[in-house]
């Protein structure tokens, strides 16, 4: 396919046979790729691998090394974008079960704290809901309820800590 003189430098042989090998190669692996900027960028790996190891491919074989090498690129790069896809996939599944995973264990956390809230003895079950369900200052709470500011922290300090203990486990 290509036959270079002897007085041919190494510079001007592959000059010769990158300007007639770019343009096929760039239509073959786009044809493999669908994508003719990756094409591009796979037949310059190419090209540059070819120039490196220019004297050692054998005159007569320099066209085929290159289109086996375009293609396996092309291949190795098609494997390589499904490892991408699949990895996507598997990341978005992890992702969605641990969402999912966590709502629930936030959500029975919740729930058992809630329990534990609604089993305390009144009026710290009262208090407790007063302050931290309804939003309400302890101020407000101990005018409500008829009782001072420091008994509604007392039973605020006695819920969060059986709640604390219970929550252990």
């Excluded at 270079?4 to 073959?28: I, L, N």
Aim: glycine share 2%.
């Amino acid at each position: 396919m290509f036959l270079f003189h002897k007085s041919q430098t190494k510079r001007e042989a592959f000059g010769q046979m990158f300007t007639e090998m770019y343009p096929r190669m760039v239509r073959y692996a786009t044809q493999l790729m669908g994508d003719r900027e990756e094409a591009r960028d796979i037949v310059s790996e190419v090209m540059e691998q070819a120039w490196k190891h220019f004297e050692q491919l054998n005159k007569n074989d320099r066209g085929g090394w290159i289109y086996t090498a375009v293609r396996n690129n092309c291949l190795n790069r098609l494997k390589h974008l499904q490892v991408e896809q699949e990895n996507v996939k598997a990341l978005y599944e992890a992702t969605l079960a641990d969402v999912e995973n966590n709502y629930r264990e936030h959500e029975a956390l919740l729930q058992k704290a809630e329990a534990i809230a609604r089993s305390l003895p009144e009026p710290t079950c009262t208090v407790l809901r007063l302050c931290y369900y309804e939003h309400l200052t302890y101020r407000e709470v101990a005018r409500q309820l008829g009782i001072s500011p420091d008994t509604v922290k007392k039973h605020i300090s006695k819920a969060l800590r059986t709640l604390r203990e219970a929550m252990k486990d």
